[in-house]
Nanobody
Framework: QVQLVQSGGGSVQAGGSLRLSCAAS??????MGWFRQAPGKEREIVAA????????YYADTEKGRFPISTDNAKNTEYLQMDSLKPEDTTVYYC??????????????????WGQGNQVTVSS
């Protein structure tokens, strides 16, 4: 049974940093990603990477600010969030997939999701 358990998140002032973690178990994944979803809006990609590391994608607004990484020994994925802005406030989700179809940044490729973490950035 596949499980993705997220931790981290919380509240921080603008310019600060947070790190989200996502512990995965029960499967072998072809790609991992981080997404976010504001109320009433569609879930959008933040960053994603293939397991091989060959394909990595960052949304334009996150390039350089939100590097992703993986600790394969711990089966844990990380989203380091630096230089946070109030507009980054929303719920963040990690996702993994066993599918090989589609680009790493396509939401539809992912078939397993974490429970979500609220990130709140105050000005």
């Amino acid at each position: 049974q596949v499980q993705l358990v997220q931790s981290g998140g919380g509240s921080v002032q603008a310019g600060g940093s947070l790190r989200l973690s996502c512990a995965a178990s029960g499967g072998t994944f072809s790609a991992m990603g981080w997404f976010r979803q504001a109320p009433g809006k569609e879930r959008e990609i933040v960053a994603a990477r293939s397991r091989s590391g060959i394909s990595t994608y960052y949304a334009d607004t996150e390039k350089g600010r939100f590097p992703i990484s993986t600790d394969n020994a711990k089966n844990t994925e990380y989203l380091q969030m630096d230089s946070l802005k109030p507009e980054d406030t929303t719920v963040y989700y990690c996702a993994d997939t066993t599918s090989l179809a589609g680009e790493v940044y396509h939401t539809g490729r992912y078939n397993y999701w974490g429970q979500g973490n609220q990130v709140t950035v105050s000005s």
